[in-house]
Every structure is written in C-alpha cells, then in structure tokens.
C-alpha cells in the first residue's frame, strides 16, 4: 500500500462548480498535512496546510479526518485558473516528519 | 525576492557525460532536498542535507551525488548519467526539517530541471 494514496482523476468540471479531493494516507503518526498545486511542467506551490480543526482559505477548504485516516479539499465556485494537479503531502513512516507526495489528483475546469 | 534557483532549466545530454544540476536558495533555509518527478510516480526524494555538511540518501538515490558545503547551495550530480534519469528534476528547501512546528517544513520549490539523457 501506497503511503499516499490519490485518485489521480482528472476531474473535468464546468465553472463554477463545487468540487472535492480525497487523500489517505497510512501512517496514522503523521502530524503535518498539506495540499499543494502544480500546474502543468511546473513546480509545486503550497496551496494550504491542513490543520486538525479543518481551515478555509477564500474558495478553498480542507478538512483533517484522523479516525479514517484521510485529507480533503473542497473547492467551491471553480475557475478555468484552478485548473491544475493537486498534491496531497504529508509526513511520513518514520519519526522525522519526511515529506511524502501523493502523485497527484488533476483538475481541469472547462468554460 | 525569497526563492530557489536551479540551472540549468533544461537540459540535453549523452549517456556517461557528467553534469551538474545547481540549486541555490537565498532564504537561510537549513534544510535542502532533491526530488524527481515522472509520470504516474509523483514526486520522489534523491538526497536531502538537513545542513551544512549533513546530507543523506532519500527513496532514489543510485546514479546521483549531492554537497552541502554552503547553506545557500545544494548541486546535484550525475556522474555517469543513463537514460532512465531523464526526468524532471525540482530543488527544494525549507526552514527546518525535523519538526512539526507550525511552517517549518513547508516546502519551496525551484522552477524545475528538464533533463534528457540520450
């Protein structure tokens, strides 16, 4: 089993719609959760760290399940721009807070 | 500006010829690292150096050699370069490793290294 688990999609929605992410993850250690974005053949950005209470940011949410042992983000009102491949992180197997990616989720938007 | 700088950007080159891939970040980060993206496997760790002079294997590290001599500057080198090491590569730093301080470890990312090896 992955460490990181993805649907890598891609999720073709119109604008405008609302639109959610899932990421498992197994090490039920973790203690740092991420989403980050790359848009296509180009680096990774921080979209938003996770936290346990869960945290908006404008259209963007995420939310920390532990007891299942997965991330989300729910996007609402999607635009052409957030069009994109959503990396799920999170800290890793070990004790030493290592980064592991999932391999993405992609997202496009359509007019 | 705060950033990571890898050169070069892309890259074209011959099985066996050596090459060095720089990375240089301006924001006293301590901990550096070297990922590589391909298709369908996301992002994997090379080597990664928690500071000056520390540095240690990450999930991929056969084919690859990394220095940590300065904090600002992490290359990457491929000694005898094959072509399953083409690949994206991205530099990356952060302010500390280790921790589950709240920003520590977020991650900032070169613009990425295209590298051919034919």
């Known amino acids: 089993r992955k460490e990181v688990e993805q649907d890598p999609g891609p999720f073709n929605v119109p604008e405008g719609a609302t639109v959610a992410f899932n990421c498992t993850y197994s090490n039920s250690a973790s203690q740092s959760f991420f989403w980050y974005r790359q848009d296509c053949r180009k680096e990774p950005k921080l979209l938003m760290s996770?936290?346990?209470s869960g945290n908006e940011d404008g259209r963007f949410t995420a939310q920390l399940n532990r007891a299942s042992q997965y991330i989300s983000l729910l996007i609402r009102d999607s635009k052409l721009s957030d069009s994109a491949t959503y990396l799920c992180v999170v800290t890793g197997m070990d004790s030493s807070y290592k980064l592991i990616f999932g391999s993405g989720t992609r997202l496009l938007v359509r007019p | 500006e705060a950033q990571v700088t890898q050169n070069p950007r892309y890259l074209i080159t011959v099985t066996g010829k050596k090459l060095t891939v720089t990375c240089s970040q301006n924001?006293?980060?301590?901990?550096m690292s070297w990922y590589r993206q391909d298709p369908g496997l996301g992002l994997r760790q090379i080597y990664y150096?928690?500071?000056?002079?520390?540095?240690d294997k990450g999930d991929v590290p056969e084919g690859y050699k990394v220095s940590r001599k300065e904090k600002r500057n992490f290359p990457l080198i491929l000694e005898s370069p094959s072509p399953n090491q083409t690949s994206l590569y991205f530099c990356?730093?952060?302010?500390?490793?280790?921790?589950?301080?709240?920003?520590?470890?977020?991650?900032?990312f070169g613009a990425g290294s295209r590298l051919t090896v034919l």
């Open positions: 996770v936290y346990s």
């Open positions: 924001m006293n980060h301590e901990y």
């Open positions: 990356a730093s952060s302010l500390s490793y280790g921790t589950a301080k709240s920003g520590a470890n977020v991650l900032t």
């Open positions: 150096s928690m500071n000056v002079e520390v540095t």
